[in-house]
């Protein structure tokens, strides 16, 4: 499964069986957490076996079941963190995918204090991945209109038409896909419009559509 197949087949999910993430799984998943941290600065930490933070009222809500893995994004607190967090965070998720595994993210209905991870001085736990096997593979969302979320005034380039494709099947926070992308030339900017974890949700677009445009063919504004 390539990365575009990945983003397609990737929705989330809340509910998981109880089979363990072991061997070349996890390891190949391990790898990419130590790489994206390696690359941004970020402390992201893998959980596995662990319920308790999945375990509150906070989660019935959530409505999720039987979540017993899942990845913190934790980083040094800065103006960028929430943007860097939605990048490398999504790396991980379509490397999850890849592997057969099912995700979620998550910010808010989990029991915070009880993820086992370690969060320094200076740090912040941002929001977590659930993580695992699925009892199923989720549902779609329902997109906006793509001329709704950037500027089509002048004929797109296949490189943008394929980043903004690949940028409509990223997951933002209830689905409110608050973003708008423009281009001139190869010069591409894109924007938060508003929303409750737009600046997260930013970076998880902007993951996407670097990778549906190819980074070869623009740069960022």
Known sequence: MNLLEAMAARHSVRSYTDKSIEGETLSALEHEIEECNKESGLRIQLITNEAQAFSGMMAHYGKFRNVKNYI????????????????????????????????????????????????????????????????????????KPLETLCDVETAMPSWFQKGMEAALLAPTASNQQKFYVSRRNSRVTIKATGGFYSKVDLGIVKYHFESGAGKENFTWE
Not at 104 to 109: F, G, I, M, Q, Y
Not at 124 to 137: E, F, S
């Open 72 to 143: 913190a994004l934790v980083g040094q607190k800065s103006p960028t963190l929430d943007e860097t967090i939605g990048y490398y965070g999504e790396r991980i998720v379509l490397k999850a995918q890849s592997l057969g595994l099912n995700t979620c993210w998550v910010a808010l209905t989990y029991r915070k204090k009880k993820a086992r991870c370690i969060v320094h001085k200076g740090e912040k736990l941002l929001c977590v991945l659930a993580l695992g096997y699925g009892a199923t593979q989720g549902t779609s969302h329902k997109n």
